[in-house]
């Protein structure tokens, strides 16, 4: 019984990651209309993420401070919404928003609570970077670790400040807050605002009913990346529709952490921000800002992991990946004909056993037929090209056996491309026997 | 008008969450969430000493404290299972104990998988290297041969990384049949490299009759003999039956 409580209990302090730094009622900050609020609440997640990131690269154990970041986080929810503004009646008037977001938290929490198992690199990787984080030490640890460059860090970070910030010090309550994260993302790209809809509500509990599946939750991070794509997807749409430049700010926020996330993470951000910068709505001086703060974030990641185990390379962990120059330079047309021949039936396999990556595909190719093709889906093109010269050259250069490769990892690369899709689809079937906006 | 139109929105949101609930078996699972303990639900997911054994090793970590990282040896094909017992502040350090899951004894009987009438194989090779010091014999089992004379050839080899093959052992066998035939092999697997998954046994009659209902199985040495250690727990602590050495231990070199 106590373990369901401090269920409903974490639910609660995921919940406040929403609502603080910036007003979800009432803020002018940072965006120009009052009432998409759901937006400010993606807005405060990206930030607290991107904090805790922050707190993951400092050189103090996660014991030390992390009841200190919730306690200050509460205060300050008291803060803005009961001392500065009153707010209860806000919060009455849209009760709607943490009751089904809870409902389906919840279903999922506890089958996770339920099943349990780990994931094949959680065994191998995630958990044991978790359990560094949990007993005391810190990031520069895990060099002792012998998979330690193996993937960054910041999933088993996530995963261990949430472990430790309960009374019940239980793994599994670090993995809810990637079910927080995926719920959220689900939610948000369904929702306009936090006004109740019984429409989106239906596609949001459809959209559940149809994917989930535990394995996503077992420990592996590729929900994560696939949660943050489906946020992204929707602030580019909103980039073009809403006219704020400063969703290109949280672009970057949204693709630092994925590249904190896996290795593979890099490719998901450069392409996004190839997006952004060939955007014909987006103005000159954003594009230009926005990639030089990027590569001043890669080069951030670079530094600390630099710090972190001297055998590291710019760009990409040196070690922990199958690619190497010997292998690219000493490939030739026979076996790259080979491999290809070998990957176009198993991403056909994989694609039709993904509902958002073929639904994607699929309304890609509608939308395309048609004349006046909209800003969003030519930037929606431009994903879907680039991520299959991705997963063609990820498998090409790959030094592995190939099959085995593919078996293994390629269900999850399509997974996790899936997550840019997914606001496409949702907006599809909102606007049902309505033109795409 | 508008009270009845919310009402059955409401309605329809209700039936969806049940039956996305139903989907996820979430009364069942709520039910084990509350009224079992973290404990026996990692039991029941991972086996207590069977499967990954997980159920033991938390037990076994929390009743020895255990800190020094032991090696784990897992006679069942499993994923790692360090992450069980792992001690991040001592990552590197070297117990001299270890932990034996699904122990079946000092041989193991394997058979081999059937590629065709004359071809076997022992799949996952590195998978036996750290467990068995050797391939002591091999068994034909046959009903077709039984009575007879035989004269056969097994050949026993592997493909290195470049693809070539690599021969390790020829045997010309000239023995009469009864149901099954063991034959002395002395295979000293420590020669093997970690990174060669397969090793094939051809097996043939030299007058080039077929072998249709032959099966093959192989007897390890394993390289852990309990005798050799000294037993701090096992799961089957307290049952009487001295015979039994299958099971979980959790061992020290003597």
């Not at chain 1, 992204?232 to 704020?244: A, G, M, R, T, W």
């Not at chain 1, 690619?323 to 176009?344: G, R």
Request: include cysteine; glycine fraction near 2%.
């Amino acid at each position: 019984m106590i373990e369901f409580l401090q269920i409903i209990l974490i639910f609660f302090i995921f919940f406040i990651l929403l609502l603080v730094p910036i007003n979800i009622f009432n803020s002018n900050l940072l965006i120009k209309e009052n009432k998409l609020n759901l937006n400010i609440a993606s807005f405060n997640l990206l930030i607290n993420c991107n904090i805790l990131l922050l707190l993951s690269i400092i050189p103090i154990s996660i014991n030390s401070y992390n009841f200190l970041y919730l306690i200050i986080y509460f205060f300050y929810f008291i803060y803005i919404y009961f001392i500065k503004n009153n707010q209860l009646q806000d919060f009455k008037k849209n009760s709607f928003f943490p009751s089904t977001f809870f409902i389906i938290f919840l279903i999922i929490a506890i089958n996770v609570a339920s099943e349990l198992t780990l994931g094949w690199d959680a065994k191998y990787f995630y958990y044991i970077k978790s359990l560094f984080f949990l007993e005391n030490q810190i990031l520069y640890d895990i060099k002792k670790f012998v998979f330690g460059t193996w993937h960054p860090h910041l999933g088993s970070y996530y995963w261990a400040f949430y472990w430790s910030l309960m009374p019940l010090k239980i793994e599994y309550f670090g993995r809810l807050f990637y079910v927080f994260i995926f719920t959220f993302s689900l939610f948000y790209v369904c929702h306009d605002s936090l006004k109740n809809n019984f429409k989106n509500n239906i596609i949001f509990i459809l959209l559940i009913l149809i994917f989930y599946n535990y394995e996503r939750f077992s420990g592996l991070q590729e929900i994560l990346i696939f949660s943050l794509l489906a946020i992204l997807s929707k602030y580019f749409f909103n980039l073009k529709y809403l006219k704020d430049k400063y969703y290109a700010l949280y672009i970057i926020m949204g693709c630092n952490l994925i590249i904190w996330f896996k290795v593979e993470g890099i490719v998901y951000s450069l392409i996004l921000i190839l997006l952004l910068n060939v955007s014909s709505y987006v103005p000159k001086k954003t594009k230009i800002y926005s990639t030089i703060f990027f590569l001043l974030l890669i080069i951030l990641k670079n530094i600390v992991y630099q710090f972190f185990n001297e055998q590291t390379n710019f760009l990409i962990e040196s070690v922990g990946h199958p690619y190497s120059l010997e292998y690219i330079y000493n490939l030739n047309v026979h076996i790259i004909f080979d491999k290809i021949k070998l990957i176009i039936p198993y991403l056909i396999f994989y694609t039709f056993h993904n509902i958002f990556f073929i639904a994607g595909i699929l309304l890609l190719l509608m939308f395309n037929f048609e004349k006046n093709r909209t800003d969003f889906i030519k930037c929606m093109t431009i994903y879907f090209i680039l991520n299959f010269t991705f997963i063609f050259s990820a498998y090409i250069f790959r030094d592995m056996e190939i099959e085995f490769a593919l078996k293994t990892t390629l269900e999850r690369v399509i997974f996790t491309s899936s997550g840019f899709y997914v606001f496409l689809v949702v907006n599809f079937m909102r606007n049902f026997g309505k033109k795409l906006n | 008008m508008i009270n009845l139109k919310k009402k059955s929105q409401t309605l329809i949101l209700l039936v969806l969450v049940i039956i996305l609930s139903i989907n996820t078996d979430f009364f069942k699972k709520l039910y084990e969430v509350i009224s079992w303990k973290f404990d026996l639900r990692i039991a029941k997911n991972y086996g207590y000493c069977h499967g990954e054994s997980v159920g033991w090793l938390f037990d076994i970590k929390s009743k020895y404290q255990i800190n020094d990282n032991p090696k784990i040896v897992n006679y069942n094909h499993e994923p790692s299972l360090d992450w069980t017992i792992i001690n991040t502040k001592n990552i590197n350090q070297k117990s001299n104990k270890v932990i034996l899951l699904n122990y079946p004894g000092p041989e193991l009987i394997q058979n081999l998988s059937k590629v065709d009438d004359n071809l076997f194989i022992l799949r996952d090779l590195y998978f036996f290297l750290d467990k068995f010091d050797k391939i002591k014999n091999i068994e034909l089992l046959s009903r077709s041969n039984e009575g007879k004379k035989i004269n056969w050839t097994i050949n026993i080899y592997n493909f290195d990384k470049f693809n070539k093959i690599n021969n390790i052992k020829t045997l010309k066998v000239k023995d009469s049949f009864d149901t099954r035939l063991k034959i002395n092999l002395d295979i000293n697997l420590n020669e093997f490299d970690i990174n060669q998954t397969k090793l094939y046994f051809e097996i043939y009659k030299n007058n080039g009759e077929k072998l249709e209902d032959l099966r093959v199985n192989i007897e390890l040495k394993n390289k852990y003999i309990l005798e050799n250690f000294q037993i701090i727990d096992n799961s089957a602590k307290g049952n009487t039956d001295e015979n039994l050495s299958e099971g979980c231990y959790y061992v020290e070199q003597i």
